[in-house]
């Protein structure tokens, strides 16, 4: 069994593999304080309410955005699963050219991102990971990563809404009915969820004519795609595992049968 760790600034996502296919799939919250007894204690009890052994784990892959949480993390997977995990990083091995003008500076996440993305869909495709900021990739015919663009996500946004300002409330993210609302909370939801679909939308617009491929596929991750995907008539699928199967794809690619 293959384990997977996406580590992101809210949430750290866990995917279990066995023979490529996800066999368990757990969320943490990410806490910068956690040691790593303390995480492994998590981990071990999140296998075991499973009744998955854990002596069954030979590989770890992981990605992250987080870097002072890694030593953490790095040293609960020796402890608990006697795995060397490796990390996304310069210098690993991930089958896609990236055309970034520093590729150094590109996020761990939105590489796997990339990696899931040509092997699932294909190339001439746009990916968007809502999660803590919103991130767009894009990847030609041939699989290339072109670039991009990020935005705060849709927490971030409402968050300084609110703390911005004196008198509006904290209210809930929701997918209102309306966008016209009788009340204060109401004028709040509608106002942040359509004014990001609006971005979303207008933004694919112009990448597929950047692209010069207007039908160019467009895959949501992340944890509020969902909800902007069932709004979002240009959005072509969502799927909520993409940073993990790329991690997956990137774990075969350097250490499983894809190796060379």
Same mark, same amino acid.
């Given at each position: 069994?293959? +384990?997977?760790? !996406?580590?992101?600034?809210? *949430?750290?996502?866990?995917? +279990?593999?066995?023979? *490529?296919?996800?066999?368990?799939?757990? =969320?943490?919250?990410?806490?910068?304080?956690?040691?790593?007894?303390?995480?492994?204690?998590?981990?071990?009890?999140?296998?075991?309410?499973?009744?998955?052994?854990?002596?069954?784990?030979?590989?770890?892959?992981?990605?992250?955005?987080?870097?002072?949480? *890694?030593?953490?993390?790095?040293?609960?997977?020796?402890?608990?699963?006697?795995?060397?995990?490796?990390?996304?990083?310069?210098?690993?091995?991930?089958?896609?050219?990236?055309?970034?003008?520093?590729?150094?500076?590109?996020?761990?996440?939105?590489?796997?991102?990339?990696?899931?993305?040509?092997?699932?869909?294909?190339?001439?495709?746009?990916? %968007?990971?809502?999660?803590?900021?919103?991130?767009?990739?894009?990847? !030609?015919?041939?699989?290339? @990563?072109?670039?991009?663009?990020?935005?705060?996500?849709? =927490?971030?946004?409402?968050?300084?809404?609110?703390?911005?300002?004196?008198?509006?409330?904290?209210?809930?993210?929701?997918?209102?009915?309306?966008?016209?609302?009788?009340?204060?909370?109401?004028?709040?939801?509608?106002?942040? @969820?359509?004014?990001?679909?609006?971005?979303?939308?207008?933004?694919?617009? =112009?990448?597929?004519?950047?692209?010069?491929?207007? !039908?160019?596929?467009?895959?949501?991750?992340?944890?509020?795609?969902?909800? %902007?995907?069932?709004?979002?008539?240009?959005?072509?699928?969502?799927?909520?595992?993409?940073?993990?199967?790329?991690?997956?794809?990137?774990?075969?690619?350097?250490?499983?049968?894809?190796?060379?």
């Amino acid at each position: 069994m293959i +384990l997977t760790m !996406d580590i992101g600034n809210t *949430n750290i996502k866990i995917g +279990l593999f066995d023979n *490529n296919k996800l066999a368990r799939y757990w =969320r943490l919250a990410t806490k910068r304080s956690y040691t790593s007894d303390e995480l492994g204690v998590l981990v071990t009890s999140l296998f075991h309410s499973r009744n998955v052994d854990m002596g069954l784990v030979q590989g770890i892959m992981l990605s992250s955005v987080v870097p002072t949480i *890694n030593y953490t993390v790095e040293h609960m997977c020796r402890d608990y699963f006697g795995v060397d995990p490796a990390f996304v990083a310069p210098g690993i091995k991930t089958g896609i050219d990236i055309k970034y003008e520093n590729p150094r500076e590109l996020g761990s996440d939105r590489i796997c991102n990339a990696v899931a993305t040509y092997t699932e869909y294909g190339g001439n495709t746009i990916y %968007i990971d809502f999660g803590t900021a919103t991130t767009f990739g894009v990847l !030609d015919g041939g699989g290339a @990563f072109l670039g991009g663009c990020i935005c705060p996500g849709l =927490r971030l946004a409402s968050d300084a809404l609110v703390s911005g300002t004196a008198k509006l409330p904290h209210f809930e993210l929701i997918h209102p009915e309306h966008v016209i609302g009788r009340n204060t909370i109401a004028n709040m939801q509608s106002g942040i @969820f359509y004014g990001y679909v609006g971005q979303v939308n207008y933004l694919i617009k =112009r990448i597929r004519a950047e692209m010069g491929c207007p !039908d160019a596929k467009v895959i949501a991750t992340g944890g509020f795609a969902k909800l %902007i995907s069932d709004e979002s008539k240009m959005i072509t699928c969502f799927d909520g595992l993409l940073t993990l199967k790329g991690l997956l794809a990137i774990y075969n690619k350097n250490f499983g049968g894809d190796a060379q």
